[in-house]
């Protein structure tokens, strides 16, 4: 019976979000178009290559892929030496999305490039539906959040270029970054929203934990994380709400306690001969 209830649920509210499903499809679409559309206008010319021009980052993100699918530690993406050292980038980002590849032994037979178009549009499609649920519950205006959504993914580059029109492909068509940060920043996000809002333990530990697993994914989703709820404990603070500010410590405590590991190998890095010369 529970699980009828859970599906009736999730039929309800496709129904009653199914606009921003159908923008998140139409915008994921016209982000990865690109690529979709590049070997048939190439035709004879198409050499197999299918990486959009992103510079130089999108190879990067790329190789570390590659050396994660080869059960490398991602030491050194550059060079054959020290592969299996400890990456000084800390991410985990490549083996997470991997591991399911490597499991199934699959990994061997699948080309990187295509393995991450399509989690790119995986990525893209989450992210549209998570910046919408972040601003709908804030605000409880469904138009306003399906406009935020469109805006921060598909227009970020009317503030970044200061141009309402531009000839360069969408950022969130790169492999990698920053749609992964983006995904478990928005989800953090929403869980926070949702604690603070219920004041329920179950979500305040939900939230801790997603504070936590940015710690592993990249260092600016992290630092952004902790100086909101810097900025939110001050405030409650001084609105005297301590309901609130003990949420925002635990939620931080918790959060600090999953990434401690991540805090204690950068440190220990740095501290090392290696660390100091980079």
């Keep these: 019976m529970k699980i ?8 309800n509210l496709l129904r009653e979000h199914y606009f921003i499903l159908v923008l998140g499809v139409f915008l994921t679409f016209l982000i990865l178009s690109p690529v979709i559309f590049f070997p048939l206008v190439a035709k004879d010319s198409y050499q197999g290559i299918n990486i959009a021009h992103f510079g130089t980052d999108a190879h990067l993100y790329l190789t570390r892929a590659q050396e994660a699918m080869e ?3 991602l030491g050194n993406e550059f060079l054959a030496e020290g592969k299996d050292k400890v990456d000084s980038r800390f991410m985990y980002n490549e083996k997470i999305l991997i591991a399911p590849l490597r499991f199934l032994g699959i990994s061997n037979y699948l080309d990187v ?9 995986l990525g893209v499609f989450i992210l549209v539906l998570l910046v919408y649920f972040f601003v709908w519950q804030l605000s409880g205006d469904k138009l306003l959040a399906a406009a935020a959504a469109v805006f921060a993914i598909g227009g970020y580059h009317i503030i970044y270029n200061k141009a309402l029109f531009y000839s360069d492909f969408n950022i969130y068509g790169r492999a990698m970054f920053p749609y ?4 478990v920043f928005f989800t953090y996000l929403n869980l926070l929203v949702k604690s603070l809002k219920t004041k329920k333990i179950f979500y305040t530990v939900l939230t801790g934990a997603g504070l936590g697993l940015l710690f592993y994914v990249y260092f600016f989703a992290w630092s952004f994380a902790l100086a909101l709820n810097g900025a939110l404990f001050i405030l409650y603070a001084v609105k005297k709400d301590y309901q609130q500010v003990k949420n925002i410590f635990t939620v931080t405590a918790l959060g600090v306690l999953i990434g401690s590991y991540y805090l204690i190998q950068m440190a220990l890095f740095f501290s090392s001969a290696v660390g100091k010369q980079s």
């Design 4 to 11: 009828f209830l859970l599906l009736k649920q999730v039929k």
């Design 71 to 73: 059960g490398h530690n």
């Design 113 to 121: 490039v295509t393995i991450y178009h399509i989690y790119n549009a």
């Design 180 to 183: 992964v940060s983006s995904l």
